[in-house]
């Protein structure tokens, strides 16, 4: 490369740039939208944390296994407040199944569809928005781990719809918690809480 040489550089001309680039191709709605849905996969995430603490709170130990099962309690619950969708479903699974009392039936159903919905939700968190069709759908460019580009044309309707079945697999998490007879974790709801301040 010859150091002589300068290749005509510049700089972004921030003033020319249209109000609230680079979403100003998306009508409001979209990204109201958006940002429904997102906030309901975080809602999904601390219900799981709070399920996974239900289930690993209500467990039966033996005598032999409290100190140990005790040991490992706060470890596993810091987990599940920083753990992304994905392995908090896997860590929400396990906890119903070692919890001996728990009487859930489709919770691999339910495990297994909460763990397709991540896929989306990382392309709706991480992706880049290209400019809207006539229709109003837009690809965002999100590429996964393993190099898979997302092809996926995605509208407001998509976008609504995305949100309910989200808040649908947290009603359904949830209820495997109220099921058994417990309080929801952070609720006023009926149930037997499951810890109290004054224990």
């Not at 991540?118 to 709706?124: E, F, G, T």
Request: glycine fraction near 4%; proline fraction near 6%.
């Amino acid at each position: 490369m010859n150091k002589d040489k300068i290749n005509n550089p510049s700089i972004l001309d921030r003033s020319k740039l249209p109000a609230l680039f680079p979403t100003h191709r998306h009508e409001p709605e979209f990204w109201e939208q958006l940002g429904r849905v997102i906030a309901t996969f975080g809602f999904l995430e601390e219900v799981l944390g709070k399920a996974i603490f239900a289930f690993t709170a209500t467990r039966q130990y033996s005598t032999e296994e409290i100190d140990a099962a005790y040991q490992a309690w706060l470890p596993k619950l810091e987990k599940a407040l920083s753990d992304q969708l994905y392995n908090l479903a896997e860590a929400y699974e396990k906890a119903v199944r070692d919890n001996s009392e728990s009487t859930i039936k489709n919770i691999e159903d339910l495990v297994s569809d909460i763990k397709k919905t991540a896929k989306i939700r990382n392309v709706l968190c991480h992706g880049s928005w290209r400019t809207p069709n006539a229709e109003g759908k837009s690809i965002p460019h999100f590429v996964d781990r393993k190099n898979n580009v997302f092809k996926t044309p995605i509208d407001i309707a998509y976008l609504k719809q995305t949100q309910a079945e989200v808040a649908a697999l947290s009603y359904s998490v949830i209820d495997t918690v109220t099921s058994m007879g417990w309080q929801f974790p952070g609720s006023n709801g009926p149930g037997n809480p499951i810890w109290s301040s004054h224990q």
